[in-house]
Structure formats: structure tokens, C-alpha cells
């Protein structure tokens, strides 16, 4: 049987089995007629036999600002032919909340089918995610920008906190799971061959990530073990990939081919022991992230005004969506060094590998016929918020763009950048020019290697501001606010980099939106405490312990990235509303995973605190600690089981004997560091300073300095030399020698030796006059009898090829060109190493 004809033939039983299942609750009578236009499989769609929505209006006017704001925000976007508009039309089926021809209709229709206070679990949602009628490559994709659509509609989120009501969940003992082998050699002849022999076109390395396929099987053996699960083979994403999203499946039979992957995995499950908890251990229940987590929407958003939004849901694939609901919609094509972030996120970087390989440097772009609704609706508010969860790799990158909407590295409109600990924003408006910089103070070091939440507002009247973590860092713009009429339509939008691929940042971002208004400081506030991420409730039971009724230690826990969770703010707590503790002693609390105790992240082992009624609020618990703490992922959300230990917690005790220290390491032997270092960038100007006799408080050098400040050396080590610090050193060395031969005075006192500047460019510098030149330059700038420098000879002769190139014209034989001339040799020699190396 041909490949197509085993895919329609795989189609054909998905809808016999479909058309086999029971019907569910009939009250839910209008989700079910959502079903009766497209198929469940987002794969695959039904013959269109509806009219096609037209997406353009021209019925009666909403009969309400209700009506408005639900046809601006869903009817709008929605009613699209491409979208619903082509089967929930008006001559459609039910509900007919893309009716074209009366927006009151659709707004009827659209009720019951929508969550105004939680629009996430509204039914228009939760069915497109379940894969009905996806308009875009992901489900889920689409099910965020309609949740979008409808907090639009309901008026976006004001911030408020909304109260979790806890629920209990399953009781069960730790232990018993299976830990992946800590080495790869079962997985070697188990999955490997599989994902080498039919994955490797795509998945090996420098390819497209994760690399499943590599050559390295230990490589391969970390990208794929968050995507097996030994308790449940079937539900792996490996399996889940090849049977649900038929994606490269072998075997003419993608069933077959998941099958074949399953067996794979049960093959490495059963070659695993359970993992036994110490008997000697007081533990608590156990609880699995995916499993067990109650979703913890501790507070909204403030989103009103969002025109674009990256949350980075997806997870795998090239391309990162925007899903605000407002069109078009800016998604990214992801290229080079980019790897989808566990928990929502994408990692950018490094340029180099360990061993000092260049890689291709990542980014995500848009289009930019795409990005041009940043121009359009940006420029017509002329107001705008950048907000960024953003996490740099370290604080030693230069000139890095973090988020730009540019066209080239010296053409943009607006830029969000990183310069060692400083925030960059770069911008064109109508007072200012296309790169006019605003930074955070030098050494305030705002910018840390750390999950901070930046925001860049800007307004007409008060021009730029930046706010970290919630807090206005006091920064003030420069420039004059001015307006963003000026801006260009035809630059695109890019993360991680410069649209020439020569900027790259390193580093990872969590969530990325645009605001056509700016944000207020309360409303910046709001979306900072909100955090970013999923994030969940555990439940730790513990009454088995205590004489205390339905008894919870509770964590706040999210993946904080592909490799660790994040626990924070442990709290004690009773289901029971009239339970209260009494005098209960709670000591050593300790984190364990998978069966052990962590090795690492035991932020609560000091703990020694006693619950009891005084410190306790009932439905609302007593809080344990303010501290958080990070551990590693081992299986994955899905798999990995969690459970606490405590040295002693009511009568139940366990005394912790702690080992011994083991023996210190022995250190490597490092490389010989260099005996010569550079100067900084305060040294290099207070050298140039002394040599020419330009004071710094200079208006031309001190605007020079400010301007090229953070892009000369900042330490010591002349390894970390780069080219960029060279036209930084060259440009002061310009502007230093410049005002120096425009000052008579100065100039006389530097060329004492009587050079005579009177004198044209062509006879300037002949026979003995270049002699009265070149001494002071040496003389002064270099210096001599010391143990390494170079021959004054060679720098005579390197000068006089210089005076001889620039002299040599026939239309410039002026004393005009003779002073330039000597401007030239002398930032030759003053921006030297001979001057930057001590």
C-alpha cells in the first residue's frame, strides 16, 4: 500500500472511531455542536461544506459596548474563512458566533461558549486545543490567542489577586518510580537505534534541536530522557510525537512505528529497579508535578493594551507564535543557536562551544511585512510598553541585542540590548537619531545573570523609562520624549540578535510583549508579581505524621528551565476549617526526589520552627519560609515524584548523622597568566589625557568618552581584546590628538622640537621636518629604556610611510591638510598598544 493511501486509509478509522464514541453530557449540548464542522485531529481537516466567512462587516451596529468590545476582540479575528468563519457562520452550525450579518447574533451565540472570568477554560478554547480547527502548526498556539481575544473582550485583567481553593490530592507513599540509569548504556541498544536510524536527518548534532540523534549517545541520552516516561511508555512524547502528530513515522504505519518506539522504551523501563525510600527517612506523601500539581493563578496580567505577545508555549518546533489575538499576528522563525527552554522559553547562545568552535549564532525574526504592525500601531498611539522576562547567560556581553525592531545593526527603530551589567535601549524618534542611546547607570549593575522582568516604557512627554523587577531603576533619559513618526515601516522584529546575525546575546527569554500604551508603574507592578511560567500547587500530606486532619505542606513549584524546578514559599495547611495546630515541632525539612533525597537545593535543612495556632490562619495556613530553591529535573514533569523529609515533625523523628568531609579536590594547573595586561577604560582616558595635554573635562573628549565609554576594556586581561574596543580606543585617541593641533598653545608645547605646521603637506614632512614630528611622538608617547617596547627605528619608519600615503595628493597640498596629517600620526601612535599595555 502506497504512503498516501495508508494515510487516507488512517484517517478514515480516526473518524469511524470518533463517530463510535458515546456523546457526552447532554447540558453541554452547545460545546458538542462545535464538533460538526471539523475533525478532532488538528492534522487533518473535512471537506469545507459551508459558505466561507468574508471577515469584513456590514450588518447592524452592536447593539451595546459589549457587543463593541466582543466584535473588536473575538467577532474581528475570529470570523475569518480560515478560522471558524467558514463553518459557524450564518447559514453554519450552532453556535454562530461568526455570524456575518448581525454581530448581535454572534454575540448571543458566542456566550455559552465562553469564560468572561477565566477565559482560559472558556469552551472555545479548551475545544481548539484539543485540536479542532487549529489555523496555525500548534494547538495550543491557537488556543493562547484565542484566551487573548476573550480577556480583550472581558477587559483584560486588572491585576487582581485571585484566591487558589486548595484541593487535597491522591495520597500515596514515595518510592516505587523508576529512575533513568545513570548511564546510557541500555539506552545505547535500546532507543538509540531508533532515533539514529530514522531521526538523524533532523535531530543529530547542529541540526535542529533537541538532539536526539546525536552522535555522542550521551548527548542523545540527555535530550531524550524528558521525553520518556518509564512508569508509562505509551504516553511519551517520543511515542505521542510518531502515533498523535504522525510526525517522520517509518514502517508505512505511524501505529507501527509508535509501537515499535513504545516497545523501545519498555525495553529500557524494564531494566530498572524501583527506587526503595530509606525506611529510616520521616517522609510525607508523594506528589508528581504533572500529575498532582493544582494549577496556581496566584494573579493576573494587566494586558489591555497587548498588540503582541510571546509566551513560548510550544515547546519544540521553528517557529514561536504570537498569540495576542491582535493581526496580523508576528510569529518567529527560529534559526541557528536557538533551543526551547523547559517551563516556556527560549535559550539563545553561546556563540562558541566549550572548545572554542564557532556555532551559528541564533534568532528568532518575523517577517517584516508582519512586523509592520509594530509600525503602524505603535507610531499611531506614539506611546509604547517593551516588557521582557529575561534571564543573561552572564554579564560580559557586549553590544548584544536582546530585542530589536530593526532593519540592520546600524538602522532601527527600537532596541533593547545588553552591555556588560548595563540595559541598553536604543531608539529613533522625532528628537533624536536612529541609535540614540539610553543605559542604565554604569556600576549600579542593574543587569544581573539572573530571571528579572524588565520593562522599557516610553511616552511622548517623559521619553524613556526602565523598570526592573517592578521598580523604576531612576534612570533618566537623555534625550527629549519627542514622537515615533519618523519610524520605518519596513524594518522586522528579531530576538536574540541583530537581523544581520552579527550581534548574538546569550541567554534566555521567558515571555516577550508589546504595549501600545505605556504601562503604569502599578500596572508594571502587577504583571511582576504575577511572574511568568506555569506554575503549580503541591500538596505534601503530612497528617499521618501529625494528629492534624487533612494536613498539607505546600510548595509553589514551576520547571524553572529545562534542567531544575523551582520550589518557593512553603506554607503549613489544614483542608479542615476548624483543624488548628498546637505546639507541633517542625524540624530539618528536606526535599527529595525519585525515591532519595536531593543532593543539591536543600535551602530548608536548618529549618526548626513549631506550628501552632498563634502564627496559624485558618484556609490560609502558616507560612514555613520566604526562601526558594532550585533542584534538578531527572525525568521530566510527568515523571519525576517528589516527597518531603524531616529530621523531626510532631513525635516522629530521625536523627541525621552528617558525614564526614570528603577530601579537597586537586586543583588543575592553570595556563601561565600573561605578564602584560590592558588598561582600563578610566587609565586609557587619563593617559590620553597626560600625554596630549587635553584635559578630560574637554567638551569634545568627555562627549567622545561618554559616547564609546562602555565599549572600551573593562578589565585587565588582554585575552579579552576584541575589535570593537579597538575602534572605541581608536575614536578617543582621534578626538584627543584633534584638540590638541587645534590648540596653538598646546600644540607648541607637545612639538617643542619646532615643527612647523605653516608649512604645506607636500614639504611638511621632507628630510629633517618629519624628524621634528616623529621625535615628540616617540619621545613623549612611547618613552624608551624600557625592558619591552618597540624599536624607535620601526616607528619612525611606520610613521613616515603614513605622513608619505596621506601627503601624497595633488589637490591637498594645503597647511590645512598638513595639521591633518599630523592629527593622523599622532592618534597612530597614542592609540597603540604602546600606550594601552602596562
Known amino acids: 500500500m502506497s504512503m498516501p493511501a495508508i494515510k487516507e486509509y488512517d484517517i478514515i478509522m480516526k473518524i469511524i472511531k470518533r463517530l463510535h464514541q458515546p456523546l457526552l453530557c447532554t447540558a453541554l449540548v452547545a460545546l458538542v455542536a462545535l464538533t460538526g464542522c471539523k475533525s478532532g485531529e488538528s492534522t487533518e481537516s473535512l471537506p469545507n461544506t459551508q459558505n466561507p466567512g468574508t471577515g469584513q462587516y456590514s450588518g447592524p451596529a452592536p447593539a451595546t459596548a459589549d457587543v463593541q468590545a466582543f466584535k473588536l476582540n473575538v467577532w474581528d479575528n475570529l470570523s475569518q474563512g480560515n478560522r471558524c468563519g467558514e463553518c459557524h457562520n450564518s447559514s453554519g452550525q450552532s453556535p454562530r458566533f461568526a455570524h456575518e450579518g448581525d454581530v448581535n447574533i454572534a454575540y448571543a451565540q458566542a456566550n455559552p461558549v465562553v469564560n468572561l472570568d477565566d477565559p482560559g477554560n472558556s469552551a472555545l478554547v479548551t475545544k481548539v486545543a484539543g485540536g479542532h480547527n487549529c489555523w496555525l502548526s500548534s494547538d495550543q498556539a491557537c488556543a493562547d490567542a484565542i484566551t487573548s481575544m476573550i480577556t480583550g473582550w472581558a477587559g483584560g485583567s486588572s491585576g487582581s489577586v485571585n484566591r487558589i481553593e486548595l484541593e487535597a490530592p491522591a495520597l500515596r507513599d514515595p518510592g516505587g518510580t523508576l529512575p533513568f540509569p545513570e548511564s546510557s548504556g541500555t539506552f545505547s541498544t535500546t532507543v538509540y537505534p531508533l532515533l539514529t536510524t530514522y531521526c538523524s536527518d533532523c535531530h543529530a548534532d547542529g541540526d535542529t534541536r533537541p538532539y536526539l540523534a546525536s552522535g555522542n549517545v550521551d548527548t542523545a541520552y540527555d535530550a531524550a530522557k524528558s521525553r520518556m516516561s518509564l512508569t508509562a511508555p505509551f504516553s511519551s512524547r517520543l511515542v505521542e510525537r510518531l502515533r498523535d502528530d504522525r510526525h517522520n513515522c517509518w514502517n508505512n504505519s505511524c501505529e507501527d512505528s509508535a509501537d515499535e518506539m513504545e516497545a523501545e522504551i519498555q525495553a529500557l523501563a524494564d531494566s530498572v529497579n524501583p527506587a526503595d525510600v530509606d525506611p529510616d527517612l520521616v517522609t510525607s506523601k508523594a506528589l508528581t508535578l504533572g500529575g498532582d500539581g493544582l494549577l496556581a493563578n496566584s494573579g493576573g496580567r494587566f494586558e489591555d493594551h497587548v498588540i503582541a505577545l510571546y509566551e513560548f508555549k510550544t515547546g519544540e518546533g521553528t517557529t514561536a507564535f504570537d498569540t495576542s489575538g491582535i493581526e496580523p499576528s508576528m510569529h518567529l522563525t527560529l534559526s541557528g543557536n536557538v533551543e526551547w527552554v523547559g517551563g516556556y522559553g527560549l535559550s539563545f547562545g553561546p556563540a ?96 544581573q545573570a539572573s530571571l528579572q522582568h524588565v520593562v522599557v516604557n516610553f511616552t511622548p512627554d517623559q521619553g524613556r523609562e526602565i523598570y526592573i523587577n517592578g521598580e523604576h531603576t531612576g534612570d533618566v533619559d537623555p534625550a527629549p520624549g519627542g514622537l515615533l513618526s519618523e519610524w520605518d515601516n519596513n524594518f522586522a522584529l528579531v530576538l ?254 607637545f612639538f617643542d622640537t619646532g615643527f612647523d605646521f605653516n608649512l604645506p603637506a607636500g614639504s611638511a614632512f621632507d628630510g629633517g621636518n618629519l624628524d621634528l614630528l616623529t621625535g615628540p611622538l616617540i619621545d613623549k608617547m612611547v618613552g624608551d629604556s624600557l625592558a619591552f617596547q618597540p624599536l624607535a627605528a620601526d616607528l619612525e619608519t611606520e610613521l613616515g610611510e603614513l605622513t608619505d600615503t596621506l601627503s601624497a595628493c595633488s589637490d591637498c597640498n594645503t597647511t590645512e591638510r598638513t595639521e591633518t596629517v599630523v592629527k593622523a600620526s599622532c592618534a597612530a601612535v597614542l592609540g597603540s598598544a604602546t600606550t594601552l599595555i602596562h
Open 352 to 447: 562558541f562551544t566549550d572548545d572554542g568552535t564557532s556555532v551559528r549564532s541564533g534568532k528568532a525574526q518575523a517577517t517584516t511585512g508582519n512586523s509592520r504592525k509594530l509600525h503602524n500601531l505603535l507610531t499611531a498611539s506614539g506611546e509604547y510598553s517593551l516588557e521582557a522576562w529575561i534571564v543573561p547567560a552572564n554579564v560580559t556581553q557586549e553590544e548584544a541585542r536582546i530585542v530589536t525592531y530593526s532593519g540592520s545593526a546600524m538602522a532601527r527603530n527600537l532596541t533593547l540590548g545588553q552591555t556588560l551589567q548595563n540595559y541598553d535601549v536604543l531608539q529613533r524618534s522625532t528628537t533624536t537619531d536612529q541609535n540614540a542611546v539610553f543605559s542604565t547607570e554604569d556600576g549600579a549593575n542593574r543587569l
Open 496 to 749: 536574540g540578535n541583530e537581523t544581520d546575525g552579527n550581534s548574538p546575546w546569550e541567554g534566555s527569554l521567558r515571555l516577550v510583549a508589546f504595549h501600545n500604551r505605556a504601562l503604569t508603574p502599578a500596572q508594571i507592578r502587577t504583571n511582576f508579581e504575577a511572574g511568568v511560567g506555569q506554575k503549580y500547587y503541591l500538596l505534601f500530606g503530612v497528617s499521618h505524621l501529625i494528629d492534624v486532619p487533612q494536613a498539607f505542606i505546600v510548595f509553589e513549584v514551576s520547571q524553572f528551565d529545562s534542567y531544575s524546578y523551582l520550589f518557593t514559599q512553603p506554607f503549613f495547611v489544614s483542608l479542615d476549617d476548624d483543624a488548628a495546630p498546637s505546639g507541633i515541632p517542625l524540624e530539618g525539612m528536606k526535599l527529595g526526589i525519585n525515591g532519595r533525597e536531593t543532593l543539591t537545593g536543600q535551602a530548608w535543612s536548618l529549618l526548626d520552627i513549631e506550628l501552632n495556632s498563634g502564627d496559624y490562619v485558618a484556609g490560609r495556613g502558616q507560612v514555613l519560609s520566604r526562601q526558594g530553591t532550585i533542584i534538578p529535573v531527572e525525568g521530566g514533569p510527568a515523571a519525576d515524584e517528589f516527597f518531603l523529609s524531616f529530621e523531626r515533625l510532631g513525635d516522629h523523628q530521625n536523627v541525621v548523622v552528617e558525614g564526614s568531609l570528603p577530601p579537597a579536590p586537586t586543583l588543575p594547573e592553570l595556563p601561565e597568566a600573561p605578564e602584560v595586561g590592558l588598561k582600563n577604560f578610566d587609565a586609557i582616558n587619563a593617559t590620553m589625557a597626560r600625554l596630549t595635554g587635553v584635559p578630560m573635562t574637554n567638551n569634545e573628549v568627555s562627549d567622545t568618552f561618554d559616547t564609546v565609554r562602555q565599549q572600551l576594556p573593562s578589565v585587565a586581561n588582554i585575552e579579552g581584546f576584541l575589535a570593537s574596543q579597538q575602534m572605541a580606543i581608536t575614536q578617543m585617541a582621534i578626538g584627543y590628538c584633534n584638540e590638541m593641533v587645534e590648540d596653538t598653545t598646546l600644540r607648541s608645547a
